[in-house]
């Protein structure tokens, strides 16, 4: 099991950026899967980033070139750092990981950070 608590999620200008942090309650060596997932009102949850057997990366495609994801094992957190913000991107951000225990694979999510890109 693995508690996750995101931070960093705000209102900011079209143009601009935000990191946001997803902090670990164990070692993220011990997790399959992290990353960043997010759903705008009316629309289903959606992938943002996430990292799969340590290094693997994947990203939207909508995200690709603008969004960065990155971790730091010491602190067992993965961050989201996203820059030229648009309209678009605003959702609320949840924190994803997938641990396997016993050849299954269990979902943990965040409780959600709002995301809001305006002028």
């Known amino acids: 099991q693995v508690q996750l608590v995101e931070s960093g999620g705000g209102l900011v200008q079209p143009g601009g950026s935000l990191r946001l942090s997803c902090a670990a309650s164990?070692?993220?060596?011990?997790?399959?899967?992290m990353g960043w997932y997010r759903q705008a009102p009316g629309k289903q949850r959606e992938l943002v980033a996430t990292?799969?057997?340590?290094?693997?990366?994947n990203y939207a495609d909508s995200v690709k070139g603008r969004f960065t994801i990155s971790k730091d094992v010491a602190k067992n957190t993965v961050y989201l750092q996203m820059n030229s913000l648009k309209p678009e991107d605003t959702a609320v951000y949840y924190c994803?990981?997938?641990?396997?225990?016993?050849?299954?694979?269990?979902?943990?999510w965040g409780q959600g950070t709002q995301v809001t890109v305006s002028s």
């Open positions: 994803y990981a997938q641990i396997i225990k016993l050849a299954t694979y269990n979902d943990y």
């Open positions: 164990r070692s993220i060596f011990s997790i399959y899967a």
């Open positions: 990292y799969t057997s340590g290094e693997k990366t």
